[in-house]
């Protein structure tokens, strides 16, 4: 069973940056994918970034796209997400996920993804 762990969010200014992390523990084996999806208060949990753990296939979201950077080291299990140039509409709690998908070009939806972590709180205020 896989075990995600996020961490690093807390509170900016717009314009700032934070890194979140995403660390992985268990038997990842029939993991290929990893995501972070974001859920604001009263929205639907909204993918952003995808990342194949060949780590030279990734998507992101229009909303996100030039802003936010996925990444991973493999020797530490983690997935990281840095997020510049951030906004007040940035603003949710973020989750990490991981499952096993087709390659896409899509981050795709919730429901493909078996695994999450419990989120972490980004807020950004104006």
């Known amino acids: 069973q896989v075990h995600l762990v996020e961490s690093g969010g807390g509170s900016v200014q717009a314009g700032g940056s934070l890194r979140l992390s995403c660390t992985i523990s268990?038997?990842?084996?029939?993991?290929?994918?990893m995501a972070w999806f974001r859920q604001a208060p009263g929205k639907e949990r909204e993918g952003i970034v995808a990342?194949?753990?060949?780590?030279?296939?990734?998507s992101y979201a229009d909303a996100v796209k030039g802003r936010f950077t996925v990444s991973q080291d493999n020797a530490k299990n983690t997935v990281y997400l840095q997020m510049n140039s951030l906004k007040p509409e940035d603003t949710a709690m973020y989750y990490c996920?991981?499952?096993?998908?087709?390659?896409?070009?899509?981050?795709?939806?919730?429901?493909?993804?078996?695994?999450w972590g419990q989120g972490t709180q980004v807020t950004v205020s104006s």
């Open positions: 996920a991981g499952g096993r998908r087709h390659a896409s070009a899509r981050v795709g939806s919730p429901s493909e993804y078996n695994t």
């Open positions: 268990g038997d990842n084996v029939m993991t290929n994918c």
């Open positions: 990342i194949y753990n060949t780590g030279d296939i990734t």
